[in-house]
Structure formats: structure tokens, C-alpha cells
């Protein structure tokens, strides 16, 4: 069975679909997919000998080796061009899951669907979709033993840039206050998690504030000009993420 947060990513699976897990560990969620008849087959990538052996363990003992093929190498180096309709990255810091896509870039080509939970950096993943043209088309927030994931899930579509366009652009959330939510802001805590946000959603904002506001306690303590330009710096985005709040 799998936890909360590799179940609601194998939910994101097109039906039928083929999919690469980067970085899968005890192969789990490709493992659970092919199980399900959610996914058609699977691929486990692993850099690392002790999870790739765990996963060809996993593989071994669910009896799926002709659906489940576990590899190892760096990223997306495992992967054949046009081999799978959809890549996931799990569990990994978002600057790490950003590097893989772009040392990839040519194994890309013709994948239709990205679903990645970035443990923290959310919104470096957010802003590399953007860049490269992929379409966010669903966000999702769970907590899960204490911990709080997000999970990104981006489409591949010739309209992408014009509906991200609309789904970034700047919006107003209380009209008497005036109140706008920017780009940047957007981009730091969801365009679609902000939307109707959830009991989740606003515990890992009051977190992260509180957060915030430790550093920022230290920074403004120092007499140092560039401390007092950051502190000045992180006061505003503080007083930003107020207000959402
Ligand atoms: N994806 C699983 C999950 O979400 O439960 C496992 C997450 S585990 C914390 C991260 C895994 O990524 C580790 O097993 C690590 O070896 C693997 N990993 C880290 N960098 C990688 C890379 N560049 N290519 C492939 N795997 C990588």
C-alpha cells in the first residue's frame, strides 16, 4: 500500500500510461502503478546502489520484472527518447528535480506530463516550468506524519504559455483592501494553491512566517548596510505573506 503522498501522485497518472519514477528508491510508486493497472508499465531510475538494489528487490518480489524495468544512472540518463509518456520526481529538493529536467532536456521530447513533489524549492520547480513552456495543470498540498508536500503536475500543450500566462497573471484577492497577489508571489506559494486554499495551505504559511521572521530578527540586529538592505528586503516579503494569510 502506498503512503498518502505516493498515492495522490499516482493518481495524477494518465490511464494506461507509461512512466519513468527518477530517483524511486524502493521502486514503490512504479511498482504500486503497474500493480493497479494504473500505468501500463514503468521504469525505476536510481543513482545510488542501495536503492537501486532495493527497487530490483521490490521489482523481484512483486513478480512485475516484465512491466517494471529498474535502471540505474544519473536523472534522466536511464531514459531512451520517446520511451515514456510521463516522468515523475519525488521526495528530492526542488533545486536537485530542476537540475535533472535540464541536464534532460533532449529525453523531454515527446513526454506529455511531469509530476513532481519537490520536498522544499517549490518554487524553483514553479519557475522552470514556466520558463521551459510547461503547462501547471494541477497542484496539490497534503500532510502527511507531521509533514506538508506539495505536488506539482505539468502538461505538455501547444496553448501552454497562453494559459500559464492567465494563470500567473496578478490578481486582486480582497477588493476592499485591494490586496494583490504578484507573479513572484504566485510563484512562491501556487497560482492554483491560492486559489481555494486549504487548512494545509495556511499551516505551512504560518510555519514558513515564523520562519522568516527568526532570520529576519537576526538580520536586522546587525548594523552591516547590506544586513539592513535585506532586512528592509525581507520585511516586505513578511509583511506580503501577511496579508495572503
Ligand atoms: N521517489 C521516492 C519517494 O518519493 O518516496 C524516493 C525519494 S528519496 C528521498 C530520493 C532518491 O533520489 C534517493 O533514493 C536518491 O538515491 C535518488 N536520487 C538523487 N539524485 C538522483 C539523480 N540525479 N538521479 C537518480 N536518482 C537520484
Redesign the pocket.
Known sequence: KL?A??QQ?SDQLPEGCTFA??????A??PVASVFSGRARSAIA????E???ESAQRQVMESGLQRKVSVRK???LE?LKRNEVDVI?????GGA?IV??LSAGADKLAGVQRLIL?P?VGEDLVRRWLLEHRWYLSAEQILEEDGKIYEILTADWRDDAQELNQDLYEERVINPSTELRLTRERLIEMGPRLTQQPQDVFFAKWHSEVEKLHKVYGQIAKSDLESSKSKAAEMNIHIRELEEVL
Open positions: 503512503s503522498r505516493l501522485i519514477d527518477i530517483g524511486s528508491d524502493h514503490m510508486l531510475g536510481e543513482v545510488n542501495g536503492p537501486y544512472g544519473n536523472g536511464v515523475t520526481i519525488a521526495g528530492m536537485l537540475s535533472i513533489q520536498n
